[in-house]
C-alpha cells in the first residue's frame, strides 16, 4: 500500500520560509493532483493547495495565496510546499495526498502519511 511521506517542517520565526516536501513509497505520484492539508491542535484538517499531475495548475486556500507555492518533480515522484512570509497562524501539522476534485473540493483518498509539524514563533 502506498505510503505518503512528507518532510521538511520545522520551527522558523514569523516572516521566515520553509519547503515541504511529500515523496510516495511504492507508487508514482505522477498521475495524481495532489493536495497539500494542514491540521492545527484542536482544529479540523484544511486544505493549503493542490497542484494538478501536470503543474500546470494550482490551487490554494485563500488563507495563505501570495505566500504558499505547491510544485512538483514527477521525475522524482515528489511534491513540494514552498511557504514564504509565514505566519503563526500557520502552526499545523502539515500532510500531503492525492486528491480528486470537485470544482474546488479537494476531496483526499490516500491512507494519510505522519504529517511534518511547522511552527511559527511570533
Known amino acids: 500500500q502506498v505510503q505518503l511521506v512528507e518532510s521538511g517542517g520545522g520551527l522558523v520565526q514569523a516572516g521566515g520560509s520553509l519547503r515541504l516536501s511529500c515523496a510516495a513509497s511504492e507508487r508514482t505520484l505522477s498521475t495524481y493532483t495532489m493536495g497539500w492539508f494542514r491540521q492545527a491542535p484542536g482544529k479540523e484538517r484544511e486544505f493549503v493547495a493542490a497542484?494538478?499531475?501536470?503543474?500546470?495548475?494550482?490551487y490554494y486556500a485563500d488563507s495563505v495565496k501570495g505566500r504558499f507555492t505547491a510544485s512538483r518533480d514527477n521525475a522524482k515522484n515528489t511534491v513540494f510546499l514552498q511557504m514564504n512570509s509565514l505566519k503563526p497562524e500557520d502552526t499545523a501539522l502539515y500532510y500531503c495526498?492525492?486528491?480528486?476534485?470537485?470544482?474546488?473540493?479537494?476531496?483526499?483518498?490516500?491512507?494519510w502519511g505522519q504529517g511534518t509539524q511547522v511552527t511559527v514563533s511570533s
Open positions: 495526498n492525492a486528491v480528486r476534485n470537485f470544482g474546488t473540493d479537494f476531496r483526499p483518498f490516500l491512507p
Open positions: 497542484i494538478t499531475w501536470t503543474g500546470g495548475t494550482t
